[in-house]
């Protein structure tokens, strides 16, 4: 597989399941063997984990897209900066919707082989995403 094949498997996961919501997409991009490095609540560490992570930021921020900012690739890893937008109108971790917009980063490093993603890790900004909708709140100025 080519560089340039890679960055348009990253693409495809980005712009077809977390912006579109297209989770059958996921499928013909990433491998049933698929392993996350970083599962996230109640989300496995293989492909089906990563169907429930994108269905959960669905339903939670239906509007959801996903803005790759930066993108570099070498051998068989990619690596991005991804800008994550949308509005809170459904339950999210079992809280009810803020109806607050909310703007969030993630770094994603990503390895492949015979033409589907097969490997992640990543970290997302969880923290900046709940101060955002008002479930965590930000330090006081004396440290409160």
Known sequence: MSIE??????HGVMDQAFSQGNIAALGRL???DFIEHEAGPGQGR????VKTIVAMARTA????????EDMTAEGDKTW????FRGSNTGDF????????????????ICR??????????????????????????????NGS
């Open 5 to 10: 094949e890679n960055k348009t498997i990253f």
């Open 30 to 32: 990433m491998s049933p």
């Open 46 to 49: 293989g492909l089906e984990g």
């Open 61 to 68: 921020f239906p509007d959801l897209h996903a803005t790759i």
């Open 80 to 83: 991005a900066r991804v800008t």
């Open 93 to 108: 971790m079992g809280r009810l919707p803020t109806g607050k917009t909310v703007t969030y980063e993630a770094i994603d």
């Open 112 to 141: 492949y082989a015979n033409g589907k993603m097969v490997e992640h890790w990543g970290v997302v900004d969880m923290l900046g995403m709940m101060q955002q909708l008002g479930i965590v709140s930000p330090p006081g100025p």
